[in-house]
Structures are given as C-alpha cells and as structure tokens.
C-alpha cells in the first residue's frame, strides 16, 4: 500500500487512506464524502467491502485488488502494471515529468479521524504538512541509512505513515512490514529491527507477558524478575535525574542485565536502538522499565490534525511523565481551562466539506484547539492529562481525568483492561477487563478448578483479589478520584464490536451505551423525579 500511496502522490492525486478494520457502513460514509476514482485493496475481504457498496459510489471508476478475486469489476494489480508498461512503451516520459508539480500547501491527503464521539471527519493535510513534520522529526531523532524499520501499524494510522514511511525513505533507511499483528513477535526475530513505532498497546503487552511469565516461572526465577525490574527503574530515574550509580548498584545491573535485561532485548531482536510511543499515554513505570532494560522508547504527542508530531522526548531532553518538548517551528500554549493550542507548520489545512467543525478548533491566527488537556512545565516539557472530552463530571461537581486513573491499573499483572465510569454519578466505579492467564494461575493457587472466563469473573475469590487490587490502587488518590465499585468482564474490548478506534482507544460513549446495565447495578437506583 505505500507504493500505490507514493505512486498516486507522484501523479499529483489526493490520497484517502482507510483503516481496513473499520464496518462497511463506515466505509462507505468516508468514500461517499471523498468521492474517489480509484480504491487500492489488499486483500479479497477487502474488495467484497468495496463491491457491496460500489453502485453508491458515482465517482468511483477503478477498483484495483492487490490479491487475486473472482469478482467481475475488480481489476487485478497485474493488468493495472501491464496497461502502465503499454502506456509507458507508447509515450516514454522524460525523468523530470514522472512526478508532478505540486504546491507545498496544496492538499496531500485526507486522514479521517478514528471517530470516538461521532461519524469521523476528514483531516486535509498538505504536503508542507507532512514534509516540514518530517524533517523536524529528523532533527530530533536520530535515524540513518543504517537503520531497518518494522512496520505494523497500519498505514492509514498518521504516525506510521509520517514516522514508518515518509521518514524511513527520506533518509534511505529499510522497511520490513509485519505480515500481521499476531506475527510481530516472530517479525520481530526475523528482522532484527533498530527502530519500532508503536502505539503503547504493544509496549503494555510486552510488559504483561514478561510479568505473565516471571509469575509462573517460580522461585527463584520469579524474584529475580521483579528484583530486576526494581533495578531497571532505578536505572532508568537515575539517567534523567540523577544521582550517578554508584559501584554496588552498577554491579547489581550488570547481574541484573546478565539474567533478565538481555534476554528481553534478544525477544526483541537483539538491535533495538529506539522505539516511539505515541497515539495514547504510556505508562510511567513500563517508559521506566523498558529505558533501564536498554530498550529507549520515546514518547511523543501529536493529533492526526498537526500531522502527526508536536512534541517528542528525546536523548538530550527527556522527562518522564511528559511527552517531551516542541519539536522545532512549532508552539504550544495552554488556554485558561487547560486546553492544549499548537501552531507550527504541520497544522492541517481544514476538515474536508466541513467549515464549522474547522472553525471550532481552528483560529484566524493558526492556533489547533487540540481537545487535550494538559500542562507545561519550567523547562518547557508538556504532560497531558486527559481529552478534553472525557472529563468525567461527577454528581458533586469534581472534575475527573480518567485515563491517568486507569493508566495505573495497567502494570497490574492481573488486569488488560480498565473503564472508568463516573459522568453525573455519586462517585466512580469501573469495569475491568481480567488478564485470564494470571488469572488462571492465581485460581489454581487457591485450588479452584478451571473455569471458564465468566465463571472466573463470578467467583468471590476472584472478586475478593480484585477489592485488593483497588484498595492498593485507591490508596494515595483523593477520596472523589477512587474507585468504590467494579464489575469484572469477561472479554476484552474490541474494534470488531464497536469499543476501541481503530487506533486501540477506547470509546467510552460506545462503552456506557453498551454496557449501561451492568454500570447502573453498581449505582443506587434513583429517586423517583432524579436523572439516572
């Protein structure tokens, strides 16, 4: 797909990349608004998608399939490279007309937004946009010919597009794509990747496996992990703030690293150099982790509206807790309620046919409305808090930014997933998703015999674990940030069934809706005449 994305760029056409995840009916909503000539499909899934909806799609005219498909209005990628060979034998073009000519701030592609509160919108981003994004991004990390990529995130996702494409061939750097997901691990042995870019879903889950791991292993083997996870987090804290180790602690981490360091980064390759974190807030204690185990992720911040960086940590300046400093020619500001502004060179042109949703968040002077909520510190680093959006109200009037709450629960061994639940309500509950492998083990501990995942979560053993899970979580919030009740669910919240973006964030207006029984048992029922 980034040979058809370069290619349509070169001929001067607008690209609409699309998530391939996403329902039909989205789908449809998106190219009914673009009004595309011609789609690109990789696989035969893709293309029926594309034949359902096609007689609804006027301006549509080419559908090309990347893989072989029995349908009849859907050509093939070998015939479209034999009518370009004709083409070519019957009017060779000179080398300087195989690309077109574009103005740097005409539009380059149309990004639509993943669409956690509404039908998504369509980013109009240009090609200074992009490029500008793409050599201060340069500036601030350092990335050569003689890096090799893994790429597995999806392209249509602006941050692999810029950071995993665009990036990589501007310096002559190699890319591999994972064949999908699920392969990553096995990609990742195969490719012995330098540079990674991922959203923190991956990271979180490399960190619960090697916990996952390390508590079934046994003593000793499980004590060692945690004594040296202990030390990687000292490690990490004290190559940003200080003080310098001292000889008994440089032992400890050479021990540390001989029995547990290296073998994670062999898991990963063994030639890790750097990997970004973006899209989401990553976890304080896993950045920790991961950065005293020798594998330096870096955390930045950015929106699909700002193409996608605006702020990025990085060797020579880093905070934990932050998502670094302006990357250069651009600004960041906070408004009097909190709300994140930028202006720079990758602020996107507009929202396509959709003038009013421009003006809300865009200013006569180029300042983005980013939706976010967030802070700058003395030295300049930016630490969000939370979307704008999600700012839970509860009944008493306190304003609550949940994901900082439920980032806390994600290093718990026994827990994927978390939803804070709050809006207009007495106080704060929660649903969680478990992590049923820890929690097979610890059923087991207590010589439960194996259950099912919803009889797991029904089980008062299980229940009585996770009150001490929040008890501990509980202790050092305010009482109006803690959690008074949960409900365990069975299953993780997925983009098939209409919870997470395509982009692996939650959606918690879906969430409430869909769930809204299950979150009213942990509530008093309301008196007669009160909202519920």
């Keep these: 797909m980034g040979l058809a994305d370069l290619g349509s760029l070169c001929a001067g056409a607008v690209t609409v990349p699309i998530y391939p995840t996403l329902l039909t009916d989205t789908i449809e909503y998106i190219l009914g608004e673009s009004e595309p000539v011609a789609i ?23 559908v090309i399939s990347f893989d072989r498909t029995g349908l009849p209005d859907i050509m093939t990628l070998d015939k479209l490279k034999q009518i370009g060979q004709n083409l070519l034998e019957a009017n060779p073009p000179a080398p300087r007309d195989e690309c077109v000519t574009m103005d740097k701030d005409s539009p380059c592609s149309i990004i639509y937004t993943s669409g956690t509160t509404g039908k998504p919108k369509g980013v109009v981003l240009s090609h200074w946009n992009f490029v500008s994004n793409v050599l201060n991004v340069r500036d601030q990390v350092p990335i050569s010919s003689a890096d090799r990529c893994l790429s597995f995130l999806p392209l249509s996702h602006v941050l692999e597009r810029m950071g995993g494409l665009f990036t990589m061939l501007s310096v002559g750097a190699g890319i591999a794509y994972a064949e999908k997901m699920e392969s990553v691990p096995q990609d990742i042995m195969d490719v012995h990747p330098t540079f990674m870019i991922s959203v923190p879903r991956l990271y979180e889950k490399i960190y619960a496996k090697a916990i996952t791991t390390a508590s079934g292993a046994g003593f000793p083997k499980k004590n060692i992990f945690f004594w040296a996870r202990d030390i990687a987090i000292q490690q990490a804290k004290m190559k940003v703030d200080g003080p310098e180790p001292g000889a008994l602690f440089k032992f400890k981490y050479a021990v540390a690293d001989k029995l547990v360091f290296s073998k994670l980064r062999a898991k990963l390759g063994g030639k890790i150099q750097m990997m970004i974190s973006g899209g989401a807030p990553l976890n304080m204690k896993i950045n920790q982790f991961f950065n005293g185990a020798g594998l330096n992720i870096l955390e930045g911040y950015g929106l699909t509206e700002t193409s996608p960086i605006l702020t990025a940590n990085t ?29 720079g060179p990758q602020i996107m042109l507009e929202y396509y046919k959709n003038e009013a949703a421009t003006r809300e968040v865009l200013d006569d002077d180029g300042w983005l409305a980013t939706g976010d909520i967030g802070h700058l510190d003395a030295d300049g680093f930016l630490f969000i808090t939370d979307r704008k959006k999600d700012l839970i109200v509860t009944a008493g009037g306190k304003n609550i930014a949940p994901q900082p709450i439920e980032n806390r629960y994600v290093t718990n061994k026994y827990v994927i997933q978390t939803v804070i639940i709050g809006d207009r309500r007495q106080f704060l509950s929660a649903l969680i998703v478990p992590n049923f492998e820890t929690l097979q083990d610890f059923a087991a501990s207590k010589g439960i015999s194996e259950m ?30 803690q959690i008074r009740k949960f409900t365990l669910l069975e299953r993780e919240f997925t983009l098939d069934d209409g919870e997470l973006t395509p982009t692996m964030k939650i959606k918690r207006f879906a969430i409430n809706a869909k769930y809204k029984k299950i979150i009213d048992t942990m509530y008093p029922a309301p008196l007669d005449g009160e909202d519920d």
Excluded: C, W
Excluded at 40 to 62: C, G, M, N, W, Y
Excluded at 329 to 342: F, P, Q, S, V, Y
């Design 452 to 481: 099912s995942p919803a009889d797991l979560v029904r089980h008062p053993e299980v229940n009585a674990l996770f009150d001490s899970i929040l008890n501990e979580m509980n202790e050092d919030l305010p009482g109006f940030s």
């Design 315 to 343: 060797f020579e300046n880093f905070r934990y807790g932050s998502v670094g400093k302006a990357i250069p020619a651009t600004e960041i500001k906070i408004a009097e309620d909190g709300e994140i502004m930028a202006r």
């Design 40 to 62: 690109f499909v990789s696989t035969e899934e893709q293309a029926a998608k594309i034949h359902q909806i096609r007689d609804r799609l006027p301006s549509l005219r080419d």
